[in-house]
């Protein structure tokens, strides 16, 4: 059979507007797929069904698909979104409200059951992560768009995959081959230039708008990772590699239809701006899905004082000691006083702003006065008081909500995946038969080290790419060499104890390493590093975005030959 074209237009809920015109009229696609969600987003989303019960989905969609669905109808493409978000039958009724407008006809159908927020009381949203066979069925009988609410992200790959090669739910490797390639898609533009550790070595007018990606996906699961001709960005062994090990664990990568191999993921270069991805293996699914809770946390606030010039450390004790004095003596207080002071400033500085640091006071409570009028008069009547030079980034403000993320798994048997066809009918979506417990891998043979020799102290980020991100509270942190003698010495080299000194944050937590050869990659799990996660910004880089580039600026010594 042919190979399947599967284009993304949209990597999280504010991605580029445009990017469905231009992957419509960019070139030949079957699919076009749209992520919107993330753990943060459901949380907004959460917010806003508050307000409005008949919201909860992602509005920049209709926005896109009212410049763009007559350019889908005449092309032929497909559209599967998972920007239904807590309400896919609201987006669905929605969209059909559009396109009657408009004159077009279009068959809408929707997947529905993940929603289990009424199981767990107390949560704002509480949603299982769903597969692909949902969107399959739908497909199967005729839908030309389909809306999802809480799915996997690679689902929306897995499933039209499955409804055009006929997938049967057994065939592990092909649907792990798919899985894999979702996986790459789910984030746009990461996966051809974008956010990428060695962007330096590419033109700055090549990377200033990448294009987004697609995949061409073969009735074997193998399947070529590429882009539209013309559009910008790359699309190379490092920027898929870059992308495979985002936000992602061990070896066992578990979804609801199948547990792919990301140790036996092979990647070729097949030509300009064409990666090939092949040799994914697959394994039955765990019995259980992930369920990811979403609740409200309490308030929060923050401030942040600047401390210019001299004598920093003595000017932050000095303000601390008068602000946790004033927070004891009020009325209202916070449940958590969080300190962080970032020397930001210079000696010698030739402007005021780098010659100043930041002390950031983070509070959080359960009650909204006890961070806002209390804390915010707390500051504010030191302006004439305190420290040489006091003045802060921005008044405080009144205090806002929190929020919390949990993940939690239930027996599949439990959950109602339905497809919910154009025309009102149901197909309830048949939970995997066969199952597997989740476990780690045996962490494989590590190649011979490199002999000794001459080395240099430098940035471990001139022999390494990373990129890291977040899930729930923890963070992780994929690195990768580039070359075999790269690997060698990083294989060696960057244990758990030399990582946890490079990035001193980590050195209380639980961290693991996973080693996956085929990539000559090494990926970290930093357990708790995140707090509650996102929505509650328990540090500076909530989502552990930079923490990646952080350990690539960090000094050891490296062979000289590598440099």
């Not at 997947?111 to 704002?124: I, R």
């Not at 390494?464 to 060499?481: E, F, T």
Request: glycine share 12%.
């Amino acid at each position: 059979m042919r190979p399947l074209r599967i284009g993304n237009a949209s990597g999280f809920y504010g991605d580029r507007f445009d990017a469905l015109r231009e992957m419509l009229t960019g070139g030949p696609l079957d699919v076009v797929t749209g992520d919107y969600l993330a753990e943060l987003t459901m949380l907004i989303l959460g917010r806003d069904r508050l307000k409005n019960p008949t919201g909860g989905y992602a509005r920049t969609f209709l926005g896109q698909l009212e410049e763009c669905l007559g350019l889908a109808q005449e092309r032929g493409v497909r559209i599967v979104t998972n920007a239904g978000g807590l309400n896919p039958a609201g987006l669905a009724d929605a969209v059909r409200e559009l396109a009657d407008r408009l004159g077009i006809p279009v068959r809408v159908a929707h997947v529905a059951g993940d929603d289990l927020t009424a199981s767990h009381p107390g949560t704002l949203a509480a949603h299982a992560y769903l597969g692909g066979h949902g969107i399959a069925a739908c497909l199967r009988e005729g839908a030309d768009i389909v809306v999802t609410g809480r799915v996997t992200d690679a689902a929306l790959v897995t499933g039209p995959a499955v409804a055009h090669f006929g997938w049967t739910p057994h065939q592990y490797d092909r649907l792990a081959g798919a899985v894999v390639a979702g996986h790459i898609l789910e984030c746009g533009t990461q996966a051809t230039g974008g956010n990428y550790a060695f962007f330096t070595e590419h033109p700055p007018a090549t990377l200033r708008r990448p294009g987004f990606p697609l995949a061409e996906i073969h009735e074997d699961g193998s399947s070529v990772i590429t882009k539209h001709d013309g559009t910008g960005g790359v699309v190379d062994v490092g920027t898929v590699t870059a992308q495979l090990l985002y936000e992602t664990t061990g070896a066992r990568y578990a979804g609801p239809d199948v547990t792919a191999r990301l140790d036996t993921v092979r990647l070729t270069r097949e030509g300009a701006d064409r990666v090939r991805v092949e040799g994914v293996r697959g394994e039955a699914p765990p019995p259980t899905l992930k369920v990811g809770l979403n609740r409200l946390g309490g308030f929060r606030n923050e401030v942040a004082f600047v401390l210019t010039g001299l004598d920093i450390e003595a000017k932050a004790a000095y303000v601390r000691t008068q602000m946790e004095e004033a927070l004891a003596a009020a009325k209202a207080r916070p449940a958590e006083v969080r300190w962080d002071l970032a020397r930001t400033d210079h000696p010698d500085a030739p402007t005021e702003e780098t010659a100043s640091a930041l002390l950031r006071m983070v509070v959080r409570s359960p009650e909204q006065e006890a961070v806002g009028r209390a804390v915010g008069g707390a500051a504010i009547e030191l302006a004439l008081g305190s420290y040489p030079g006091f003045h802060v980034v921005a008044p405080p403000g009144k205090g806002s909500p929190y929020g919390v993320f949990e993940a939690a798994h239930v027996d599949r048997d439990t959950v109602g995946h339905v497809a919910v066809l154009h025309d009102g009918r149901r197909i309830p979506v048949t939970p995997a038969r066969d199952t597997r417990d989740l476990e780690d891998v045996p962490e494989p043979p590590l190649p011979e080290p490199l002999p000794p020799g001459p080395v240099r102290r430098a940035p471990l980020g001139l022999v390494a790419g990373a990129r890291s991100g977040d899930k729930g509270g923890d963070a992780n942190v994929g690195v990768w060499a580039r070359t075999d003698p790269a690997w060698r010495w990083l294989a060696h080299t960057l244990t758990v104890d030399r990582f946890r000194a490079l990035l001193p944050e980590t050195a209380g937590l639980p961290v693991v390493r996973h080693v996956l050869p085929n990539l000559r990659a090494v990926n970290f799990v930093v357990e708790g590093l995140l707090g509650e996660g996102v929505a509650a910004q328990h540090r500076f880089d909530p989502q552990a975005k930079g923490l990646g580039e952080w350990l690539r600026a960090r000094h050891l010594d490296i062979p000289e030959d590598l440099l």
